[in-house]
């Protein structure tokens, strides 16, 4: 057990809805990545937050979004669902957020968009 | 554009032998690497990284090599074990920017 939550586990969604993704890292993790792993794709860099900031943005789509809150909990918005976005999403938190500190990855939330 | 990559989707080894996991990347800048285990239904777990000022980093049985000019990277278990069979990717990020690059993963499967 890594320490990070994601819930849902697992959501079945049809076309043009949205839905939200939260996770909890790990007890006194700051920084936040959200990643997303498609059929036979490596996890894809989407978005990292540290204390409530953005701080990097990778391949997110911008009918994505995702927050930081104060209790360091974040979430990833979907919206305008396409087929497409079916995959795994994951969450991974670092203590302090530099690049050469461990992430530690939630249990993933798999999405199917119908 | 795939920086980071893995031809191999899988591999299969006999237990008590050696496995070689290989991981080749593209973009020069890439100074730290590392090696996650996945089991299904599971996040990814660290197994061991390596910085680009050594070539070899050591732990138990996990012995990751980096060749730099070739730009490959390969993780070797040995021995290995049947709890051992599991998807590996590599990851490998620049001191200069903040995310991680990931390979597509092979699946290890490590026959008692």
């Known amino acids: 057990d890594s320490g990070v939550t994601q819930t849902p586990k697992h959501l079945i969604t049809a076309t043009g809805q949205r839905v939200t993704l939260r996770c909890s890292p790990r007890s006194g993790d700051l920084s936040v990545y959200w990643y997303q792993q498609s059929l036979d794709q490596g996890l894809q860099f989407l978005i990292q937050y540290y204390n409530g900031e953005e701080r990097a943005k990778g391949n997110i789509l911008e009918r994505f979004s995702a927050q930081q809150f104060p209790d360091l909990h974040s979430e990833l918005n979907l919206s305008s669902l396409e087929l497409g976005d079916s995959a795994l999403y994951f969450c991974a938190s670092q203590p302090s957020g530099r690049f050469q500190e461990t992430q530690y990855f939630g249990p993933g939330t798999r999405l199917l968009v119908l | 554009d795939q920086q980071v990559k893995q031809n191999s989707p899988s591999l299969s080894v006999q237990e008590g032998r050696i496995s070689i996991l290989n991981c080749d990347y593209t973009?020069?800048?890439?100074?730290?690497f590392l090696w996650y285990k996945k089991y299904p239904a599971e996040g990814p777990t660290f197994l061991i990284s390596?910085?680009?000022?050594?070539d070899k980093n050591e732990d138990g049985r996990f012995t990751v090599f980096l060749n730099k000019s070739a730009k490959h990277l390969s993780l070797h278990i040995v021995p290995s074990q049947p709890g051992d069979s599991a998807v590996y990717f590599c990851?490998?990020?620049?001191?200069?920017?903040?995310?991680?690059?990931f390979g597509t993963g092979t699946s290890l499967t490590v026959i008692p």
């Open positions: 990851a490998a990020s620049a001191r200069a920017g903040n995310q991680f690059y």
């Open positions: 973009n020069s800048m890439f100074d730290y």
């Open positions: 390596i910085s680009s000022i050594k």
